[in-house]
């Protein structure tokens, strides 16, 4: 079965760093658009970043030029690069993976504060 499992969450003063990982199984990864969402208590759930199979790159508007997205089909694994990190960056963080029908991942979650 398909299975997304998100690594790399924790705690984080405002203006550090994390790094996301996403280990896709259960697919053949290259062939998928891969992304990230995040969910923060209240409100919906939102897109952060996608990377298609052939590496075009979207970003949500609140976190471009601070967030990047990459993805090693080597390793069936999706990353997301957090930089500058907002308290406002608060959330459960989701991996998907997306052709037709999109699955996700358990989630992981991001708490950015002093």
């Known amino acids: 079965q398909v299975q997304l499992v998100e690594s790399g969450g924790g705690l984080v003063q405002p203006g550090g760093s994390l790094r996301l990982s996403c280990a896709a199984s259960?697919?053949?990864?290259?062939?998928?658009?891969m992304g990230w969402y995040r969910q923060a208590p209240g409100k919906q759930r939102e897109l952060v970043a996608e990377?298609?199979?052939?590496?075009?790159?979207n970003y949500g508007d609140s976190v471009k030029g601070r967030f990047t997205i990459s993805r090693d089909n080597a390793q069936n694994t999706v990353y997301l690069q957090m930089n500058s990190l907002k308290p406002e960056d608060t959330a459960v963080y989701y991996c998907?993976?997306?052709?037709?029908?999109?699955?996700w991942g358990q989630g992981t979650q991001v708490t950015v504060s002093s």
């Open positions: 998907s993976a997306a052709i037709i029908t999109r699955y």
């Open positions: 259960g697919i053949t990864f290259s062939m998928y658009a």
């Open positions: 990377i298609t199979s052939g590496g075009s790159t």
